[in-house]
């Protein structure tokens, strides 16, 4: 009697330290061991066992402690939570403990495990001796009465069933393990909820910021990646008009990690469904959440890149404001990583909805500074034209003022010369007027441009006859080569007739006597070509950078002599960029230039 009660107090006091050892205990994995431990130890059995429910509602063992051979065969084992009811339907009732004897076990239950070396100490026909087919299952439940999980014990050291206050220290065990395990999960949930808070709190903080979407990506991908704990990251936005496609990779493991194309296109694809549904999107080695966005091609090579990469399961957030999806927010689980919690699914969904405000005004930002950049440029331009304009106004209007005052003054002078400096100088404020005048046309967007069938070879045609006798005069050859069954274009043939004039003349002004001008019309597969070759004067490599800017009309001293408003070149890129078509340029100061007007062909 005496060393019962001393067997009592010792495994009272073994409990006592073991559970204040359990009680302070955060990491389940070795609470679970400390328990199992303690009670093949302390109760007195060969093999313990904790098994927990798992979401589906089956109940798993997650820890075996007193024997390495019953450890590799118990540990992950499965027990339909239906099958467990049973037993406990048939279970002789000790306190909370459960006692199934040998052959009352429901058909169904798993099979318990017995070493192959064991035998009951007792001799046979003992009532209390432990049968290997008995069951003694310890259930332990939360603070409002649900079951977390069961403690196992079998192969008594003493061969016989426990007595009263080994199920009393069982009893003890199994409560405090329900207490110890509640707690761990209430200490592990509001560090949960923290860090989350902080992550939330943090991409908040950047979306906040003024930075470019790529930025975005960069700076929040750390903080999103530790407040959801993921093995892997895939942190991408979208392009956007005025940006590229942005993505930042990483691995809690440092190693590099590779982007599969076919994964990039279904991430693209859940996030779209995932931001309209205003939901995460889940996919494990066994589910996929929610079942109705994933398609089963889908699933299925998700799961194969989770294999390869040696992971468990990929949660997908969007990332969006309004009614755009701008990018997602991609997470993997390794195989020992916890599954993913309705916590950490509501963190991403409001983290992507940060970062997507955060991308939708820095592409306002951006949308903005250009619209700025484009005003003040506008604005310079508009000064520019105005003082220009005065400019190129200025001297042909004193030139013929001048000539009027000298006609009234001396009207028996010379009065053929004068009237044909005012008719020169009339020409060309005409000239200027009508360019002005074009200018403002083809550059109007809100203005629609006619549109016809048009023969840009006989336009052609007739420019380069309409130039002949001036190339005649300065002593330049003008040559003009057509292709047979040229193709059409679509456009407006006055605006192109007067893109050609603009060239050809070009061409022919700034080609000295002597020189050559050769102007071909072809088709180069779906585009019809214009050709404009001389031999001339050529454009220096500083000046082609401005040379289609209005009034530009080079630096060149000997092409300055030449008369003309700088406006022909920017007139024709303007109609010809609402063609839809081109113009390329090659030239080099002192050997001539090249020009090649493109259209679309019908």
Sequence with gaps: MRDGVMWEVLALRRLTDLMNRVSAQDDLSSLFDMVVDGAADVVGFKVAA?????PSGDVEVVAVAGDDDARAELLGRRTPRANLEAEFAVAERWGSLRFVPAGELPDGSAEGWVSPDWTAPTPDGDPDAWHPEDTLIAPFFDAVGELLG?????????????DVTQRAVLELFANQTGIAISGARQRHGLAERVRLVEAVQTVARIAQE????????????????AGLASAGLWLRAF????????????????????????????????AASCWRAGVVAVVG?????????????????VRTFLNDAGARSLLVAPMGSGSSCFGYIACTRGPDDPDWTEAEAVAALEMGRDLGRAIRNARLYAVERRVGAELREADRSKTQLFSTVSHELKNPLASIVGHVELLRQEPDGNPDW?????????????????????LSRVSDPDRAMPEADVDLGEVSRDVVDMFRPRADTQQVRLTFDLQERLPLVRGSADDLERVVQNLVSNAVKFTPAGGQVAVRVESRRDRVVLECTDDGLGISEEDQERLFTEFFRGTNPQSLQVPGTGLGLSIARRVVDRHG????????????????????AL
């Design 418 to 438: 004068s009237l044909g400096v005012i008719e020169r100088n009339t020409e060309r404020l005409q000239s200027l007027v009508d360019d002005l005048l074009t």
């Design 150 to 162: 069961i403690l196992s014990v079998d192969l008594p050291l003493t061969g016989r069933r426990p």
């Design 210 to 225: 003024d930075l470019d979407p790529a930025k975005v990506v960069d700076v929040a991908a750390v903080p999103i990646s």
């Design 50 to 54: 904790i098994s927990l429910v798992v």
């Design 239 to 270: 392009a956007g008009e005025d940006d590229d496609e942005r993505e930042s990779v990483s691995a809690r493991s440092g190693a590099p990690v590779r982007t599969p194309v076919s994964l990039v296109a279904i991430a693209r694809r859940m």
């Design 581 to 600: 078509g081109r113009i390329d340029l090659d030239s080099e100061l002192g050997r001539g230039t090249s020009v090649r007007l493109l259209l679309p």
């Design 285 to 301: 080695t066994e589910h996929a959440e929610p079942p109705a966005l994933w398609a089963d091609d889908d699933v299925s090579q």
